[in-house]
C-alpha cells in the first residue's frame, strides 16, 4: 500500500473521491438496485458507500478492501449507524466471489491504485451478464504536463492518471459496453457546500494513535498542495458500463 493510501486509511475522510458524497449519490441514483440485487463495493475504505446502500435498497452488499485498518472502520460504522453490510478482506486482483455473482459492482477512485484491466477483467468476471459497473475516478486533462502528471501519480502512488479517452478505451477493452460517462472539472465551492448537508458519521480511531502521525498529514498534504496547483488540468468522471458478451 502506498504512502498515501496509508495516510488516507489512518486519517482521511469518507469519502475522499472527486466529486464526495455528493458525487456517490448521483451515481445511485443512475443504478438499478433492487431488494434482491447483490452489490460489491470494491475498495470500500470506511464503508461510508457500502452502509448507505444497505440502509437505503435494503440489499445484499459485500464490501471488499485489502486495508485491515480500512475495515476496521467500515465495521465500526456498520455498527453506529446499523447497516448490514459483509465485510472482506481481499484483493481487487483476485476477489474471493463466484463467477457471475453481481449484479452491481461499484468502484470509488480505486482502479487509479490498481493495474487497470486486470482489475476490470475481475469485474467482468463477477457480473451477471448485463450486470452494471459504476464508478468514480479522477482525469488528466490533455494540457496537465507530463512532469505534474508523474508528480501526482508518484505522490499518490497510482498506477497511472488517464485522460477521459484512455478511461474509455480501458472500458471497451475489457468488455463492457452501454457506457454512460458524465464529466467535467474537479469541484469548485458549490460542490463544497453542497456535500455540508451529507456530514459523515464520527468514527473514532481505530489505528491505536491518540494522535495522527506527522508523516501521514505531511503526505495528505502534499496531495493537496499538488491538486490545488493542477486544478485547471485535473476532472473527474462518473462512469456506468455494462458487461457486454464473451469477448474474442
Known amino acids: 500500500m502506498s ?5 488516507v486509511a489512518s486519517i482521511g475522510p469518507g469519502s475522499l473521491h472527486p466529486g464526495g458524497f455528493t458525487a456517490t ?21 470506511s464503508g461510508r458507500t457500502a452502509c448507505y446502500i ?5 440489499t445484499h452488499v459485500f464490501a471488499l478492501d485489502k486495508s485491515e485498518k480500512m475495515l476496521a472502520k467500515a465495521k465500526t ?15 481487487a486482483l483476485d476477489m474471493p466471489f463466484a463467477d457471475e455473482v ?42 496537465l504536463s507530463a512532469a ?6 508518484r505522490t499518490c502512488g497510482l498506477h497511472g492518471l488517464f485522460t477521459l479517452k484512455e478511461w474509455l478505451a480501458a472500458f471497451e477493452k475489457a468488455g463492457f459496453s452501454s457506457l454512460d460517462v458524465k464529466y467535467g472539472g474537479l469541484p469548485g465551492p458549490a460542490r463544497a457546500f453542497k456535500e455540508l448537508l451529507y456530514p459523515d458519521t464520527p468514527l473514532p480511531s481505530v489505528s491505536g494513535e ?18 490545488i496547483k493542477n486544478y485547471r488540468n485535473l476532472g ?11 469477448t474474442a
Open 3 to 7: 504512502d498515501y493510501l496509508e495516510a
Open 25 to 45: 449519490l448521483e451515481l445511485l441514483d443512475r443504478i438499478p438496485i433492487r431488494p434482491d440485487s447483490v452489490v460489491l463495493d470494491i475498495g470500500c475504505g
Open 54 to 58: 444497505a440502509k437505503k435498497y435494503g
Open 77 to 91: 460504522r456498520a455498527l453506529i449507524e446499523g447497516a448490514e453490510v459483509n465485510f472482506i478482506c481481499g484483493d
Open 102 to 143: 453481481a449484479d452491481v459492482v461499484l468502484l470509488e477512485s480505486v482502479l487509479v491504485f490498481l493495474p487497470v484491466l486486470p482489475v476490470l477483467s475481475e469485474c467482468r468476471r463477477v457480473l451477471k451478464e448485463g450486470g452494471v459497473l459504476a464508478g468514480i475516478e479522477i482525469l488528466a486533462g490533455e494540457k
Open 148 to 153: 505534474e502528471k508523474k508528480k501526482i501519480e
Open 210 to 227: 491518540p494522535f495522527p502521525d506527522f508523516k501521514k498529514l505531511v503526505t495528505l498534504a502534499r496531495y493537496r498542495a499538488l491538486i
Open 236 to 246: 473527474f468522471a462518473v462512469f456506468l458500463a455494462q458487461k457486454r458478451g464473451k
